[in-house]
């Protein structure tokens, strides 16, 4: 699979997230920087005589002050923005659908736009969220923390439905957006669906690290 760009992926109290080939992304306009964020597996020293054990290191990180939804607050509405393109109709729903699969959260169409809890937009350069993208090759989307509520996605970058050598995949990078939508950071596993990068055809699912940061974070069962 020919990778032409490397995005990278953040999260905030304001949003941000996927990058080009290369580039660094720390976050911005009161997020914190994603360096220094990676851990290793460590052996965990035992009095002499006994086998080492292996310690699992968490990878997942939450937003400074760990906001989440209220426990009352689970069932979450989502709008489109005017001119929304009709892939993005096609896939939300999927990568909403799938973190619903794994959590105690549900997802239905609001009313209006401006009442969604959720409110998702494709834009170009300065959007008004004090965030503008930059064109292609740089920034792919970028999303708040819980109650702020925005999703937006660059008009400039090519994302497909399907697996392309030369797009990014939409539901790899919705997926990302709708974790920090429900408070998770950047993981510093590769695997892991908050880890702050991705490539053009690269396809990725939720996996163990992310369940288990919300598990961290909401103080409830999660299922897999």
């Not at 760990?66 to 009709?86: F, I, R």
């Not at 729903?93 to 009442?115: I, M, N």
């Not at 596993?189 to 690290?209: L, R, S």
Request: glycine share 10%; aromatic share 10%; net charge positive.
């Amino acid at each position: 699979m020919g990778v032409s760009r490397k995005s990278s992926v953040s999260a905030v109290l304001r949003p941000e997230c996927h990058r080009s080939p290369g580039l660094r992304h720390g976050l911005v306009h009161g997020e914190a920087s994603v360096r220094g964020l990676r851990h290793k597996n460590r052996r965990a020293r035992e009095p002499p005589g006994h086998a080492y054990s292996l310690r699992v290191v968490r990878h997942y990180a939450h937003f400074p002050g760990k906001p989440k939804w209220a426990s009352n607050k689970y069932h979450l509405t989502y709008e489109y923005a005017p001119g929304t393109p009709q892939l993005f109709f096609d896939v939300i729903p999927r990568a909403l659908g799938r973190w619903a699969s794994l959590t105690p959260f549900t997802f239905s169409r609001a009313s209006s736009y401006e009442s969604a809890d959720l409110r998702i937009g494709v834009f170009r350069g300065d959007h008004g969220d004090g965030s503008p993208f930059d064109g292609p090759s740089g920034v792919t989307a970028h999303a708040g923390a819980p109650y702020v509520g925005i999703v937006h996605f660059d008009a400039d970058e090519k994302f497909s439905d399907g697996v392309e050598d030369d797009a990014f995949h939409l539901e790899t990078i919705a997926l990302h957006e709708f974790g920090h939508s429900l408070g998770l950071l950047h993981s510093s596993d590769p695997t892991a669906i908050m880890f702050a990068y991705t490539n053009h055809g690269q396809k990725k699912d939720v996996q163990e690290d992310d369940i288990n940061g919300l598990r961290n974070l909401y103080g409830v069962r999660m299922s897999k």
